[in-house]
């Protein structure tokens, strides 16, 4: 039912999947002009190198998730609703601040108990206030607490409590869509128990589920999990992240390798919210595309600009 690692390779899918050529169209999202994909392609202008200036463009021109920090969560979520709303598109925050979050991997850390995860929601939602945002929360959250050993037992009770009223706080907010992490159809392989998990965390208040978060599994693996795991939360619609799922996950490598700065992979869909699928409200780039997952296989740590990287998954996509 389960793996061990979030991003661990789909077993049932060796045949190779074609990229998906990365098309230039107006994004519906808002694209973030000083995010680290638009500095160094400041950088690569700046320093006459217009070959990686091209491919770099390919990413910073599309609209990514925009990961709200612990430093002044009020004041960023505040500062990038303003200027999305400006810019007349909605931004897409990513709110990744759960305790025991991530197991002790590469991201791991989060808030140090559930009262200052408390406070840090509450910050976040007042800097929303009634500007639009799509919201995809808490990414790993659910999935982690079905690893054994992972979460404590002891918290997960305190972890569904901790989802159930973030979510319904940002639910209430006139322009906010809010969308639960799920997971990828290859870490909770059955859809029964997400299903399960999904409904202690108040997914029926939600505007649905996202999938496929920092992760490489194909975008048709994802849609016909959506589908079946919707069938067993009352129908709810889901989001699909495509950033970097145009090859499919990586084959053939250890654990760790398979879902941190795998080789050979590529940019998938541009995130768009016409999907042609009745479930997807959207493709998403929830993980920014040339960030690195961690310092697996030579890269910076997690979250920092990987500029070989960031080359090899535009290359990959056919673009370059």
């Not at 490489?216 to 999990?225: F, H, L, P, R, V």
């Not at 619609?237 to 145009?246: A, Y």
Request: one cysteine or more; hydrophobic letters at 35%.
């Amino acid at each position: 039912m389960l793996l061990a690692a979030c991003s661990a390779p789909e077993a049932s899918q060796r045949a190779s999947v074609p990229a998906e050529r990365v098309e230039r169209s107006s994004p519906s999202f808002w694209v973030n002009p000083d995010s680290k994909a638009q500095q160094a392609l400041a950088a690569a202008e700046d320093s006459g190198a217009a070959d990686e200036a091209e491919l770099i463009r390919v990413i910073a021109e599309q609209p990514a998730g925009q990961w709200i920090g612990t430093e002044d969560p009020q004041a960023e979520a505040r500062r990038i609703t303003e200027a999305a709303e400006a810019a007349g598109a909605p931004p897409l925050l990513v709110l990744y601040n759960i305790p025991h979050r991530d197991c002790g991997q590469y991201s791991e850390g989060g808030a140090a108990d559930a009262d200052a995860y408390r406070d840090w929601i509450g910050r976040v939602v007042s800097g929303i206030g009634d500007r639009p945002a799509w919201v995809v929360l808490e990414p790993d959250a659910l999935a982690h607490t079905l690893v054994p050993g992972c979460v404590p037992d002891e918290f997960h009770e305190e972890q569904y409590t901790l989802l159930r009223e973030a979510v319904e706080q940002l639910s209430g907010l006139p322009g906010t869509r809010v969308y639960l992490d799920a997971g990828n159809p290859q870490w909770v392989r059955e859809a029964g128990a997400m299903a399960e998990q999904l409904g202690r965390a108040g997914i029926e208040q939600a505007d649905g589920f996202a999938l496929n978060v920092s992760n490489y599994q194909t975008t048709a693996s994802n849609i016909a999990y959506g589908e079946r795991l919707s069938a067993l939360v009352g129908g709810q619609h889901f989001v699909i992240d495509t950033s970097r799922n145009g090859n499919g996950p990586a084959e053939g490598l250890p654990e760790e390798e398979a879902w941190c700065n795998p080789p050979g992979r590529a940019l998938g869909t541009p995130p768009t919210t016409r999907t042609g699928e009745e479930l997807v409200d959207a493709y998403l780039w929830v993980k920014r595309p040339g960030e690195s997952d961690g310092t697996c296989r030579g890269g910076p740590p997690a979250g920092e600009w990987h500029h070989t990287y960031a080359l090899d998954l535009v290359r990959g996509a056919g673009t370059g």
